[in-house]
């Protein structure tokens, strides 16, 4: 059996007893959706099986701002791995949140209009929790520049029904990544397109 392992940050489940329950299984875990994003992953490996070789090369991480929003344990961790791909991290979060990244040494957006507007990769770490449902709204995404980048592996509704599909459609920004999806259904669908947000539209338009 082929399992796939999503969001392991930590690469803390091969130590684990439970593990060892796979053994004798391909398993494959994930803990890097952004640089697979920005490389293009999902498409070379669609343009592999479909017998085409290097349909491009993505883009570099390097001199690339970004955006964490929510500074936690999950969010110290990605903006240590942002910081160490040459990144410049700028965190957005509650005001007890934004004291502990400016003490790591962090940049911290002063709005969070700001913080949409200027950031090339955004990735959300929050818990879902009343103050945080629907916490990224429509004219949040709209500011996003058009390369820009989308990452979500929390929640679903962290983000208003339906504003990023229509975000995506509309150019602003132009990837995302996500994992958590607003209903099963959109999870099958969506987990097999390529990546891409000209897919994601032509995947998602019947929705």
Sequence with gaps: MKISILDDYFDTLRTL???????????VIWNDHILATARQLPQQMVALTAGKWQIGVGT???DKTLGVFGYGRIGATVAGYGKAFGMNVVAWARDASLARARSN???TAR?????????DVITLHMRLVPATRHIVKADDLARMKPDAMLV???RAPLIEPGA???ALRAGRPGYAAVDVFETSRC???ICRCCGSSKS?????SAM
Excluded: M
């Design 17 to 27: 007893p439970s593990f060892q329950k796979l053994k004798g299984h391909e398993v």
């Design 60 to 62: 570099t991480l390097r």
């Design 105 to 107: 040494g962090y940049a």
């Design 111 to 119: 709005s969070k209009a700001e913080f949409f507007e200027s950031c």
């Design 152 to 154: 979500n592996t929390s």
């Design 164 to 166: 990023l599909v229509a």
């Design 187 to 189: 999870a099958i669908r």
């Design 200 to 204: 994601w539209r032509r995947r998602t």
